[in-house]
């Protein structure tokens, strides 16, 4: 990353997190004003004190992405077939979709090919696309994960495309900015690390979307070529 562009996403990191604590620090600060000056009124007391916890909670949630964001990334890279990898995903994911009416389905089975990885890693920044998916689908749709290598050759593309209703074209430049968000209970750090994480495995991430159609998602790894 060059000097220009590091000191841009400081900026806007360190704005972010500002931003965020100082409005739960308002929030929590109502509540607790509310509480002082009508001590006897005790269900709008007890549902201040709600706001008061759950914005708590935000702050550490808050805190935790941040340190999850600026630790550094020491990989553990090892060979990893990479269908026996998106298995695991799959499990993992099967029965909230089914619990959302979402149905999974998987187009990676018939390919056999490996890449070098760190897989919680790797696990941790492709789940991130996926609850991003899952989210965007409450009330049922069509999830589906693909593999495939690309015509070069060179790369193995994970492919996750779902039937939500997409991403507006002036937020598509902006989903992987710490602290970008359109969910106000997410803390919009996910796939800024999704992406860090990528790019320390020399992969890249493209991601196209339609208005009332959905998002797809391809993450481009290396190949494991034979006899490296």
């Not at 409005?23 to 709008?44: D, F, M, R, W």
């Not at 979402?102 to 696990?123: G, M, P």
């Amino acid at each position: 990353m060059d000097e220009i562009k590091q000191t841009d996403v400081l900026k806007r990191f360190t704005s972010g997190v500002f931003h965020k604590i100082r409005n739960s620090l308002g929030i929590i600060n109502t509540s607790v004003q509310y509480c002082l000056a009508y001590p006897n009124g005790k269900e709008k007391v007890k549902d201040h004190l709600e706001n008061v916890a759950k914005y708590i909670k935000n702050i550490e949630k808050t805190l935790e992405c941040i340190d999850a964001f600026s630790r550094p990334l020491q990989l553990n890279l090892k060979p990893l077939l990479v269908k026996e990898f998106l298995d695991k995903l799959y499990y993992m994911i099967e029965d909230k979709c089914r619990y959302q009416e979402v149905k999974l389905t998987e187009k990676y089975r018939h390919i056999s090919s490996q890449i070098t990885a760190d897989s919680d890693y790797l696990e941790e920044a492709l789940l991130n696309f996926i609850i991003n998916s899952l989210e965007a689908m409450p009330n049922g749709g069509m999830l589906s994960m693909e593999l495939s290598v690309s015509s070069n050759k060179e790369d193995v593309i994970i492919k996750i495309v779902d039937t939500g209703p997409g991403i507006l074209d002036r937020h598509l430049n902006e989903i992987f900015d710490p602290f970008f968000t359109t969910n106000e209970n997410r803390v919009g750090l996910g796939l800024s690390i999704a992406q860090r994480i990528i790019d320390a495995h020399k992969g890249r991430i493209e991601v196209n979307s339609d208005l009332g159609k959905g998002t797809v998602v391809r993450v481009y790894l290396p190949l494991l070529k034979p006899g490296k």
